[in-house]
């Protein structure tokens, strides 16, 4: 006989009594069959785009590897969505522990130790998928001499190997943290090394060779991150619906906030990705690699449509009845059968040859193929205010960021709190130089010459993070964002202990923020820190990232209205921004005084062969990095007297207040003890 059980409401009633074993078996049967379904679908994918075909195929090394890698990629990427999803939906949305928030409950115990689990079999199926991978480029089999002599030289000295080794490395950090984690604050730590862990991809497929190679990684990897939130937290969603008991309708509502993001995510990659391979929009019907694009975006349609469905319907009725969760299951379940046919079809797309070739331009445009776009015209001062070549990741992450900070404002102001309008200005020009900086002259011309370079350099570092600090968009955060009253972390959560974190309290020294603010301009151009960003995109993203961070850091540290550690005292911030500014100075004049070109072998290759002309450009932009700091800087200066004059006033105020409650007492107190002290003398 079967055994059945009952589950009763809060309230009392009992809306179910189903065979549990039933239930369970359904949905066993459905996860088991999501790989398999997956794999059928890319191997069906490849063989009717004719990837599988010697005239089609990318590279040839024998059946088991022209067979086993899309299966391996499969695996892989099923894996890596259910570790992760596994892990954000632990720290994100399970419920806390009550006596200690800080320590993990039972269920995110548990949903830790199975995501320690499939991150073994991640980490596993990343060492094939590499093994694979170096056989495939090599373009001979496993048992061939040559491929054991040249594997190690694929995997530490060719860029797509050793991504994939530090995909492999990242992977492995995260399962051994969530192996041994015991604290929801290592519960993040390992969630952000398997994020991590799937950047590095980006750079594999097409998308690494492709003459629009930045915008094709940065959304591939955006690609990569929605589609493992959203696909892997659904399933990990499913699999713990049965341990939160009470909290079933809370942990779903928090993972739809989740999807939601994900969806656009997904959506806004995919159709950059799909532009980048396709010549128009005829592809989509009259070549198999469209179709399988079109396959790709109808599903994702069909989960978007899902999701409304479930976010108005499914999650209000969880929420009022968190053991009534059979609706929601059979709907999760369905979902999940889309997304492995759609993992199992992006892999049978990345193995497939697009209707444009994804390698760089070669003949009269091999400077195109370097620089990653169309090489522009001569550089003149109406060129570069006018020519542009959109990174649309950076312009899309500008645009959420004004997009978020004007809808928060707005929900501000409907509650009936205040917010400055200075404040809301000052982060939209800060977003749009931001967009102009990354996507206008700056970037383009900034890969071609030294002073153009600078130029974006200084805007990055200097005239995009202040404005961006003046903003206050943590403040804000903390005002706007949903407070959690279970113990557990959501976003408000992990902003307010990041900022008052130890770590952060170790960056807010102002020594500290000046030596990363000032300091990094020694590493970064007087070692091949700089070359290496002009050569490889992942270190010119890092380049753009740390620029604004530690711009960022510096001046929030400085004249920053988001809480956070205690400030040192006025005094001390002014002899620190004057010791940063002398030796930013120092800088500009170190580079204007240079007698080696930096970065020679990058503008070389470009065609750029008069070292005294690129000689003569370094020094100009040497000066630039000296001028450009006087006027930002000043500017900080003059508001952190000002902050000085009107805390010394509202010192005044304050004294001036408890003098007229208490009589003066504290001035009373001191005369009393210099009297006494004459007396004694």
């Not at 390992?190 to 594999?204: D, E, H, I």
């Not at 975006?297 to 009534?324: C, M, N, T």
């Not at 990741?393 to 509650?415: D, E, M, N, T």
Request: net charge positive; charged share 10%.
């Amino acid at each position: 006989m079967t055994a059945t059980t009952t589950e009763t409401h809060p309230n009392g009633t009992a809306p179910e009594s189903a065979p549990v074993t039933a239930r369970t078996s359904t949905v066993a049967t459905v996860l088991a069959v999501a790989i398999p379904l997956a794999v059928g679908c890319s191997i069906l994918g490849m063989t009717v785009t004719g990837a599988f075909t010697a005239s089609q195929q990318l590279v040839s090394a024998g059946d088991l590897v022209q067979y086993g890698l899309p299966v391996a990629r499969v695996v892989h990427d099923a894996m890596a969505a259910l570790t992760i999803g596994l892990l954000i939906v632990a720290a994100f949305a399970l419920p806390a522990q009550k006596q200690d928030h800080g320590a993990m409950s039972s269920v995110q115990h548990r949903a830790v130790r199975w995501a320690a689990t499939t991150g073994a079999l991640w980490f596993l199926a990343a060492v094939v998928s590499l093994v694979f991978t170096g056989a495939n480029t090599l373009g001979v089999p496993m048992t061939n001499p040559v491929f054991a002599r040249n594997f190690l030289l694929f995997a530490f000295q060719v860029e797509i190997g050793q991504a994939l080794v530090v995909s492999a490395a990242a992977i492995l950090i995260a399962t051994v943290l969530a192996a041994f984690a015991t604290r929801v604050t290592t519960l993040a730590v390992a969630t952000v090394f398997g994020l991590f862990a799937l950047l590095p991809l980006a750079l594999s497929g097409h998308a690494a060779g492709s003459l629009e190679h930045a915008n094709a990684v940065n959304s591939l990897a955006i690609h990569l991150i929605g589609v493992c939130v959203w696909a892997g937290g659904l399933v990990a969603v499913v699999l713990l619906r049965t341990k939160t008991r009470g909290a079933t309708g809370r942990m779903v509502a928090r993972y739809s906030t989740l999807a939601g993001w994900s969806f656009a995510a997904v959506a806004f990659s995919g159709i950059v990705n799909a532009s980048l391979r396709l010549t128009g929009p005829l592809d989509l019907v009259t070549t198999t690699y469209g179709a399988l694009i079109t396959v790709k975006a109808v599903i994702l349609v069909l989960l978007g449509l899902a999701g409304v469905v479930q976010r108005r319907k499914l999650v209000p009725a969880l929420l009022r009845s968190p053991l009534d969760r059979r609706s929601f299951t059979r709907f999760a379940l369905a979902e999940i059968v889309f997304m492995a046919i759609a993992i199992g079809v992006s892999v049978a797309v990345s193995r497939s040859q697009p209707p444009i070739p994804q390698t760089p331009e070669t003949g009269d445009d091999t400077r195109s193929g370097l620089i990653g776009f169309p090489y522009p015209p001569a550089q003149t001062l109406h060129t570069f205010l006018t020519q542009w070549h959109i990174d649309w990741v950076w312009l899309a992450l500008a645009v959420v960021g004004a997009g978020w900070y004007l809808s928060a404002v707005r929900k501000l102001r409907k509650r009936g709190d205040k917010w400055p309008v200075g404040r809301t200005i000052a982060w939209l020009i800060g977003c749009a130089v931001f967009i102009w900086t990354t996507s206008a002259g700056p970037a383009v011309y900034g890969m071609i010459h030294f002073s153009s370079h600078m130029i974006q350099h200084m805007l990055l570092m200097m005239f995009v993070p202040l404005p961006l600090v003046l903003g206050g968009p943590v403040l804000l955060a903390l005002r706007t964002l949903p407070v959690r009253n279970d113990g557990s972390r959501g976003a408000r959560e992990w902003l307010m202990l990041f900022v008052h974190s130890r770590y952060m309290q170790f960056m807010a020294k102002p020594a500290v923020a000046g030596v990363i603010f000032a300091g990094s301009l020694v590493v970064f151009y007087f070692t091949g820190a700089f070359q290496a960003a002009m050569q490889s995109h992942e270190w010119h993203v890092a380049m753009v990232v740390h620029f604004v961070l530690s711009g960022y850091l510096f001046f929030w540290v400085f004249v920053g209205i988001d809480p956070g550690p205690k400030r040192p005292q006025y005094p001390i911030l002014i002899i620190a921004l004057l010791a940063t500014l002398a030796f930013h100075a120092f800088f500009g004049v170190a580079v204007m005084t240079s007698e080696s070109v930096y970065a020679i072998d990058w503008f070389h290759a470009l065609g750029q062969t008069n070292d005294t002309a690129l000689l003569a450009d370094q020094h100009t932009g040497g000066g630039i990095a000296w001028g450009a700091s006087e006027l930002p800087m000043v500017f900080v200066a003059l508001l952190v007297v000002r902050n000085w004059v009107r805390s010394d006033s509202r010192d005044a105020k304050r004294l001036d207040r408890q003098a007229e409650r208490d009589g003066d007492a504290e001035l009373k107190a001191y005369n009393e003890r210099l009297s006494a002290m004459n007396e004694r003398d």
